[in-house]
């Protein structure tokens, strides 16, 4: 596979997640909830969402792509009523710009960053400082979130440099614009390895976990969620007390998410 594989196929999932932005308007003209999520929140919130329809009024409409992508759309004026965030940074972000409700945060979930490989692949490793990821990696490519923007490409850029191989594998990294599109990568093979989050290697079949990366090699990953300043739907404040209910608690659990919040 060619850098120019890889960038086409970054502007591919690109496209589609510009298409969902696109759908997002439409749905308060239908009077749905609309929520902005991070990427790796897919398979758990899409299971909560319905199965919190009945107390919210209707389910959610929800727009998934890196948390960076989704907080600029929400500067930008996108129509969100619910932000989830990967990270604390991005919900800062908009929070002093006034753009959430500071009264709705909490820290919701919390998760792991881990090292995968295609489901086929032999390659084994611990992960220790100074561990041979250069080597692991060969002449094929590591993929990551954009480590400047996803937080889950932040999170891995911080715990390679933390264990001083970083600048040895720098040059081989294929960066995504989402943590979805670098599990896929990794689980159609253009990529060798990956890091991407426990969870992303428990939804997905096609890769395999080489490494679970030391807690303290990285800041701890913090998914928080809060109304948006320009929320409008009444049903608002259900969705997000249904976020933290039993039920919901025990959907993101079984997708390997650790629930932060105590159930209401």
């Keep these: 596979m060619t850098r120019d594989g890889f960038g086409l196929r970054a502007i591919a999932i690109g496209g589609f997640a510009a298409m969902l932005m696109a759908a997002v308007p439409a749905a308060h003209a239908e ?5 902005f ?13 319905k199965a919190c329809a009945a107390d919210v009024g209707d389910a959610a409409t929800i727009s998934y792509a890196a948390s960076s992508a989704l907080a600029k759309q929400i500067e930008g004026g996108a129509p969100a009523d619910v932000f989830i965030s990967a990270d604390l940074d991005w919900m800062k972000y908009l ?8 009264d709705t945060e909490v820290k919701l ?8 490989a295609p489901k086929d692949s032999t390659v084994e490793t611990k992960i220790e400082k100074r561990f041979d990821l250069a080597r692991l990696i060969g002449d094929g490519k590591l993929a990551m979130g954009d ?3 996803v937080p889950a490409g932040k999170y891995g850029k911080a715990a390679l440099e933390s264990l001083g191989v970083w600048s040895s594998v720098e040059g081989k990294v294929a960066q995504a614009e989402n943590v979805r599109a670098a599990l896929k990568l990794v689980s159609t093979g253009e990529a060798g390895l990956g890091i991407v989050y426990a969870t992303d290697a428990h939804a997905e079949k096609g890769v395999k976990v080489v490494g679970t990366f030391p807690e303290d090699s990285h800041p701890p990953i913090i998914y928080p969620v809060a109304q948006t300043a320009d929320s409008k739907d009444k049903n608002t404040l259900a969705f997000l007390k249904c976020l933290r209910s039993a039920k919901a608690s025990a959907l993101f659990k079984e997708q390997g998410f650790t629930v932060l919040t105590p159930s209401n």
């Excluded at 009077?31 to 929520?35: F, I, L, Q, T």
């Excluded at 979930?109 to 995968?116: A, T, Y």
């Design 31 to 35: 009077d749905k909830v609309v929520v």
């Design 95 to 102: 929070s002093d710009k006034k753009l959430t409700r500071p």
């Design 147 to 149: 480590v400047k923007a």
């Design 37 to 49: 999520a991070a990427a790796s929140l897919k398979d758990a919130l899409d299971a909560v969402n």
């Design 109 to 116: 979930l919390g998760n792991e960053i881990v090292l995968v």
